[in-house]
Every structure is written in C-alpha cells, then in structure tokens.
C-alpha cells in the first residue's frame, strides 16, 4: 500500500506543478502586458488553473501525510522539515501572490479574492491604474519561492539527511 500512497503522493504533485505553471507563466506575461482585454484573460487563464492546483496540491498533502505513517517516517526530521516547508511556501505564495494579483483582478474589473473570500467584479480601473498594480508585483521573488521551496523538498525526501 505504501508504493501506492508515493505514487499517489507523486502524482499530486505532477498535477501541482502544471496546473501552478499556468499561473507562474501568467505572472510574468503581465508584466509587459499593457491590453486591458489580454490582462484579464490571462488573470482568467491563472484563476482557471486554480480548480486543478489545489485539488492536486490536497492530494499531495494528504498521501504524503499517510505515506509518512505508512513507511514509519514521522520519527525522522526531514518529513517535518518538508512539511512545515511546504505550509511556508503555500503561506508565502498566498500573502505575496494573492496581494498583488488580487488586487489586480479587482482593478481589472473581474471577480476577486479577498481574505479568503470570492468578491464580485466592481467597475475597472484605469489602464494606467492597473498597469501600476501590476508594476508591483515580483514574478521572480514568487518563482524563487516556489521553485526554491520546491527543490529543497525534493532534496529532503530523496536524501533524507536527517
């Protein structure tokens, strides 16, 4: 059952990973985007993702979780190390992510994301206020993050150092 539980574990993250690429691409095609219409689309095309990437991202979470009872890993500190790693990575995203891109959506006259909540659409802003919350946002501090956090995880469960 064990092998199962990894290659659930696995494919949650597969699934993770692609459905989130969708996002981490539109993150950087906004910066040089200046169409209004072509703004949103691509902030539609990121939330879009989003009924993939946290499905996917709770397959993970949980097979690794049973996966860890199942292979006795609990005792060790890299499986903890992993766990509170992946939490900051999702916190991190979710303050540096949402802030910025949420605002974005609300300026671009599409439904947001507020504390946690769906808020809908409100009248656009200016092309030139929203090009200005866009400026704001720092595609590469995000892929740091997330492609970081990503890799020192990967790195943890493969040579279990501790």
Known sequence: MYIWMLFLHIAGTFGFLLAHGASASVSYALRGERSPER??????????????????????LVSGIIAGFQGRWWRYGWIWASLVLLIAIVWAMSVLGSRYYGQARK???LPYFE?????PAVEALSPAE???????????????IGFGG?????????????
């Open 150 to 162: 990503i890799l020192l995880i990967a790195w943890l469960m493969m040579f279990k150092p501790f």
């Open 130 to 144: 929203v090009e200005a919350i866009l400026a704001k946002t720092n595609p590469h501090l995000l892929t740091l």
């Open 39 to 60: 703004i949103r689309a691509l902030l539609e095309l990121s939330a879009a993702s989003y009924r993939v990437m946290y499905p996917a991202l709770l397959l993970l």
């Open 115 to 119: 504390k946690g909540k769906t808020l």
């Open 107 to 109: 300026a671009a006259g």
